[in-house]
């Protein structure tokens, strides 16, 4: 018998969220099922899910639990855009469908993580996702990055599957050294 790809891809994070205590444990489980969903048959994304966004890169949501353990969203990110300086406040497996992803990283310097001043970030090191890639996060500390598409390479898309309802995230704002939590939007399927 065979069963849709993402339908299994689903309950085994589903499974995975349920099932382990740590970020560490969860991401470890969830990325050779993101390997394997790129690897497999890619019937599962509809034009829907590549819909983008001449403004800004789109967030095409695939799946959101119930409970809201788990989403899913299909990113597009044409030429040129960027995700400000963020963190997820979440555990992350991200899957590169299509071009090349870019990931900065930016490491906070300070002692005082639980703070939303006083910040201090120092660039550190880049990390370029080509096609059938995958990378992940836990936050411990927060992992703060920025992500997007220089304007001289082609557009990139990619899955994102996070334990939680990404629907806000903390934004930094490096010169003055704050951050702030964010209502994100996304694209209905
Ligand atoms: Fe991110």
Redesign the pocket.
Known sequence: MTSDPLDSFIADCRACAAGHGEAADCVAAIAPKMLDLLRGDRAFLKPAHFRSDPDQYARNLIYASDDGDISLYALVWLPGQW?PV?D?GSWGVVGVVEGVLEERNVIRIDDHHDRNSGIGLARGGMILLGEGTVTTFVPNPDHI?L?GVPADRPRAVSLHLYGRMMSSFHIYDVEAGTRRLVDVAHNES
């Open positions: 995700t963020h997820h990055h992500t």
